[in-house]
């Protein structure tokens, strides 16, 4: 990763490590004060996180409640105190995939019209009073959702780990409780078909600052 | 991967540099280190997926509500959970109770009452056994008494013999004239 690439990475990572692993050791002891302010700084993630999955704000807010409430109640739990990201994201990818699941075996009885949702999802995605605007965040989802169906299971979580949710390998490597060498290798086969999906690549450098 | 000297990285080894520069071989490292255009190549794609999680995340909605903790009961210690207050309603309550059981009446027993149970005991016992040593005489319930005739006090076996004297018996007649006493 570019020097450049790193500084934005660390801008927007939630917290340092340090003051991470001190409220999780705080929290861990029974300090409620402690993990709210872990939920401050990690609540937006996880909620893009879901979202980023679901396409639904509604479900990623549910889903994040039900996510943070299962690390409180587990945090007991938790082994190493300076993995305290990695496990929230394994939580998460869980409970989403959870989710995920039931969705696919309530639209199996057609009791969900997936459709429907996605549509529904795009218009609460933003309130853009700007048409240009809306159209736009819907292209950019096209396209995300495009590019994503054309990637593995395993490709696709790697990919939106690693580009959309800005975890490391080893974070990755952690979440999905696979080696870093296979991580690699996933990460380097989604970069393959996302360097061969043009269109995607145009809307980025026309939506780039 | 395939490292050629002086040449540019292809398009897989800028994508291997992407993932992670140290899967490249270090004659390759060595290269893109040194090579302004691999090096603007591999920048400009890292750049590429850069924007790809800008333009996510601001496309991607806030959240509405913040994710709320359950409701922390307050702790209170074994011991200190009752106050004195609550002892001390407890208290008065399980001693009222007892009064109440004390000096009801079903339950009251002094040596007077005792007595005059003992002599009710004893009359009930008494009659019980004049009703045995009655059945123990004669068995029958009334209805069959009637049909055999003993029913009725007043006709017993005497009297009927006074009315109707049995036939098969001595008969005796007082002859109180001159000759004195003749047996029939």
Redesign the interface.
């Known amino acids: 990763m570019s020097q450049t690439a790193q500084k934005q990475y660390h801008a927007r990572a939630p917290g340092t490590g340090s003051q991470v692993t001190s409220l999780v050791k705080e929290a861990r002891a029974g300090s409620r004060t402690a993990f709210e302010q872990l939920v401050d700084l990690f609540q937006g993630d996880i909620f893009r996180m879901v979202f980023y999955r679901t396409r639904s704000a509604m479900d990623a807010e549910d889903l994040a409640q039900d996510i943070f409430m299962q690390a409180f109640k587990n945090l007991s739990g938790l082994k190493a105190v300076d993995r305290f990201r990695s496990w929230l994201f394994s939580i998460a990818l869980n409970r989403v995939r959870d989710f995920n699941r039931k969705k696919r075996f309530r639209a199996l009885f057609g009791a969900f019209d997936d459709s429907d949702e996605v549509a529904q999802s795009y218009a609460e995605t933003n309130d853009h009073p700007e048409a240009l605007g809306n159209l736009m965040i819907k292209d950019f989802w096209k396209q995300i959702g495009l590019l994503l169906d054309k990637l593995s299971r395993m490709e696709r979580e790697v990919f939106l780990l690693r580009f959309m949710d800005h975890l490391s390998i080893k974070e990755i490597s952690q979440v999905l409780g696979k080696s870093e060498s296979t991580v690699k290798t996933h990460l380097y086969r989604a970069l393959q078909k996302f360097k061969r999906e043009y269109s995607i690549l145009q809307l980025l450098q026309e939506g780039a600052p | 991967m395939s490292s050629d000297k002086g040449l540019h990285l292809d398009?897989?080894q800028l994508?291997?540099a992407?993932?992670?520069e140290a899967?490249l071989p270090p004659p390759l490292q060595g290269h893109l280190s040194t090579c302004p255009q691999c090096r603007a190549a591999?920048?400009r794609?890292?750049?590429?997926?850069?924007?790809?999680?800008?333009?996510?995340?601001r496309?991607?909605?806030?959240?509405?509500?913040?994710?709320?903790?359950?409701v922390?009961k307050p702790r209170i210690p074994i011991g200190w959970s009752w106050d004195w207050r609550a002892y001390f309603g407890v208290a008065v309550t399980v001693a009222l109770m007892i009064v109440i059981v004390w000096w009801s009446a079903p339950f009251r027993t002094t040596p007077e009452d005792s007595g005059d149970m003992l002599a009710l005991e004893m009359r009930e016992a008494d009659r019980v056994m004049t009703e045995i040593s009655m059945l123990v005489e004669n068995a029958l319930p009334p209805v069959y008494l009637d049909i055999c005739g003993k029913s009725d006090p007043g006709l017993d076996e005497e009297f009927m013999q006074f009315i109707a004297p049995s036939i098969k018996n001595e008969t005796v007649s007082y002859y109180s004239g001159k000759g004195g006493v003749v047996l029939c």
């Open positions: 398009e897989d994508l291997w992407v993932v992670d899967e591999k920048e794609f890292e750049q590429d997926l850069a924007h790809l999680g800008q333009m996510a995340q496309f991607a909605p806030l959240p509405r509500k913040r994710v709320s903790l359950p922390e």
